[in-house]
């Protein structure tokens, strides 16, 4: 039924075979996802996938705005921070329902970012990327030196309730069940962020992105769409840090903190910023690489680092451009 | 030798090392600590006496007929990472934890225990709290806590002239727990606390603290920390000068470990010890002795805690007949253990082994400089009163 409607769409708008491209793979990913904890056995892998899937998330925050905006953030894992902790205190001090601390977690950071976006928006460059820095390690002090909201440096351990959304909460800390929530919340992130693309506002936004002045000129609101991209850009990120707050039933500062920002930026630009999947992917190898490297040699952090320097000098443009220019290559052979 | 002989040698030597492992599956030991953070030189501590405790094991012919394995991942003193690389240790097969030296780390993974399948044995976290008000099941402390600090301190607390004190602590849990139990423990003694200052891990520049303390008038100081922070402090205190003019103590500050890299700025420093090589038993005596051998030092008072560790995991795992964590975990308990330090009960209430505690200075001795024990306080005397409620 659905492919039939979608044909009727394909023969009046040319822009529908797109959005019918984008739920397909999306449908097709997210089977995928569900299928994972049949596919694979160890616990071990379960878990590490579902960490990698969460800085997945994280990476694809700062990714799109690089994408949608053209700001590099370098504190993008305020939001990060700021969407586990409003989780883990609310629910840790019982303030709230277990349901409403879920969605207050992702509206809080949601709205501080639209409103910091109003601003940030009008900032570029080095200045954009001090700011975001500054208000970035403001947040991860504050998380430091008040004990009182979640025990300081140590972090806050605490028990979710007993069900969340209907569900047995313990399920969540299982992870078997935790990558395929992961996965799922990626996926629809992605699908998501393509179709927004597309959208009115995302066309406004990227036009801002590439000539304010001429936008607005031609009558765009310029304020606006771009605090939405800086929105949705934090919504990703503290959706990320909901699940790990969520599957570690733990908080720390570190969350906050600008070094998580700047490997998300890392992995973003590893993978391909110019590209809506790109910052995933950067994310899920570099993690990997990150974990294999661990696991021979104690001084991994130069593999890593050599590694960087490498796909950064040969591929200018990410792994998802260096795929996309080989497959195009391959393409125009006779 | 033919060679049909020399194969069937061959394949009995295997089928009999097969049944061997098949008999007794090894005992995996996985070591989360810190080897580049603030604490990498207990970290050090650690591993020096993991390898010798793992070593001795396995040279005499294993635990109750059972190899010993281990592996370490670096946790930075990180309570985010230190929950990681605990947990992929454990899905690694090494579900026997210990190693950790931030009390926060340690309070980071307590609850995961029964989720993971897991044990944790403190060797070095200090925090009450672990086994007081958020102790948890499969959870174990070998090392002396921060009451039991408190408790000796206060003798000698009570004997000293300094009317006025201050506090320097790391700001983690061990550090504010430490500081709040001195503080009453001043208190009580009818005495005046004047500062109480909370560095962050991995302070470099002290002299914000130290002006403070001079200008709060205290007329002795009780340091918390340890590690590069204790190195920092201890140093710019002599530059500084407060060294010399005030009565300068801690925990964990002036232990074998930093006198060694302190010399002078050490001498003088009263301090808590926890172990030290020169307690004179047999038991004792014969391990500083292997110690010595293999390392060419005495141990230290985190190795002879970490050591100390071992032996109690090891006899309980003879005791279980099982490196299986469920067996292990209801082994451990309320038993006696045999130890370098003396008979020594596992509490089973709260899972904390009652030991004896020391105070001390550090002075010449032989040329060297070391901090030498004036005061022992029983096991009984320094047990911290039962604040678990987790069975």
Avoid at chain 2, 29 to 56: C, K, P
Avoid at chain 2, 354 to 366: C, S, T
Wanted: charged share 20%; hydrophobic share 50%.
């Amino acid at each position: 039924m659905t492919s039939a409607v979608d044909k009727a769409a394909l023969a009046k708008r040319p822009v529908m075979p797109r959005t019918a491209r984008i739920l397909g793979f999306a449908a097709l990913a997210l089977a995928l996802g569900v299928a994972m904890p049949w596919l694979v056995s160890s616990k071990l892998t379960l878990s590490l996938t579902t960490q990698a899937i969460v800085d997945a998330l994280l990476a694809t925050s700062v990714g799109f705005l690089v994408l949608q905006n053209g700001r590099v953030s370098f504190g993008q894992a305020a939001f990060f921070g700021l969407g586990g902790y409003a989780f883990g205190v609310l629910v840790a001090r019982q303030l709230v329902a277990p349901e409403v601390a879920f969605l207050l977690a992702l509206a809080l950071p949601t709205l501080v970012a639209f409103l910091l976006g109003l601003v940030f928006a009008r900032i570029a460059g080095v200045a954009h990327a001090m700011l975001t820095l500054a208000v970035g390690q403001a947040f991860y002090e504050i998380a430091f030196r008040w004990r009182e909201l979640a025990k300081g440096d140590d972090g806050m351990s605490f028990e979710l309730p007993q069900r969340i959304f209907g569900f047995a909460s313990s399920s969540l800390q299982d992870p078997a069940v935790m990558v395929v929530v992961a996965w799922s919340a990626l996926v629809l992130a992605l699908a998501g962020l393509a179709l927004f693309v597309n959208s009115r506002i995302g066309q406004i936004a990227a036009a801002v992105r590439d000539n304010e002045e001429r936008a607005r000129f031609i009558g765009h609101d310029t304020a606006i769409p771009p605090a939405i991209v800086y929105a949705i850009a934090a919504f990703l990120a503290a959706l990320a840090g909901l699940l790990q707050a969520t599957y570690n039933g733990y908080i720390a500062p570190q969350m906050f903190h600008w070094s998580l920002s700047g490997t998300a930026l890392i992995m973003a630009v590893v993978g391909g910023a110019q590209f809506i999947v790109g910052p995933a992917i950067g994310a899920v190898c570099f993690f990997f690489l990150k974990d294999f490297a661990g696991r021979f040699a104690e001084f991994w952090p130069a593999i890593v680092g050599t590694v960087l320097v490498a796909v950064t000098l040969l591929m200018p443009q990410g792994m998802v451009g260096l795929a996309f220019r080989l497959w195009a290559a391959r393409r125009s052979k006779p | 030798m033919s060679k049909t002989m020399m194969t069937g040698l061959a394949l009995a030597a295997a089928l009999s090392a097969a049944g061997a492992a098949r008999a007794a599956d090894p005992l995996k030991i996985g070591v989360a600590t810190d080897l580049s953070g603030t604490y990498a030189s207990l970290g050090d501590e650690v591993m020096r006496a993991t390898r010798f405790a793992v070593d001795e094991a396995n040279a005499a012919g294993g635990v109750d007929g059972r190899k010993v394995e281990f592996k370490s991942y670096d946790t930075e003193a990180k309570p985010d990472l230190a929950r990681r690389q605990v947990e992929k240790l454990v899905m690694e097969g090494y579900p026997v934890v210990t190693g950790m030296i931030a009390s926060g780390e340690g309070l980071a993974i307590a609850p995961l225990m029964e989720r993971w399948g897991s044990i944790y044995i403190s060797v070095v976290n200090k925090a009450d709290e672990l086994t007081g008000a958020n102790c948890a099941k499969r959870v174990f402390r070998v090392n002396t806590q921060s009451a039991m600090d408190a408790a000796t301190v206060k003798p000698w607390l009570k004997e000293r002239k300094e009317k006025k004190w201050a506090v320097v602590a790391i700001d983690i849990a061990w550090g504010r727990g430490s500081a709040t139990l001195f503080s009453e423990a001043v208190k009580s003694t009818g005495k005046e606390m004047v500062a109480e200052l909370f560095p962050p891990a991995n302070t470099n520049d002290f002299a914000p603290y130290i002006e403070q303390i001079k200008k709060a008038g205290a007329e002795g100081v009780w340091v918390v920390l340890a590690g590069r922070d204790a190195i920092n402090f201890a140093q710019q205190s002599k530059q500084f000068g407060l060294t010399d003019a005030i009565t300068v103590a801690g925990v964990s500050f002036t232990t074998d470990g930093t006198v060694k890299t302190l010399g002078d700025a050490a001498k003088g420093v009263f301090g808590i010890i926890n172990y030290s090589s020169t307690l004179d038993t047999p038991e004792n005596n014969s391990f500083v002795k292997a110690w010595t051998e293999k390392y060419k030092v005495p141990p230290t008072n985190f190795e002879g805690e970490a050591y100390l560790g071992y032996q109690v995991l090891f006899q309980a795992v003879k005791d279980a007949k099982s490196v299986k964590t469920d067996d292990i975990a209801k082994a451990l308990p309320g038993k006696a253990y045999d130890t370098i330090m003396g008979k020594l009960v596992m509490r089973a209430e709260d899972r904390q082994l009652l030991k004896p505690n020391y105070f001390g200075v550090v002075e010449m001795v032989n040329g060297e400089l070391r901090p030498v024990v004036k005061t022992t306080v029983s096991a009984a005397d320094v047990a911290p009163a039962v604040a678990c409620k987790v069975n």
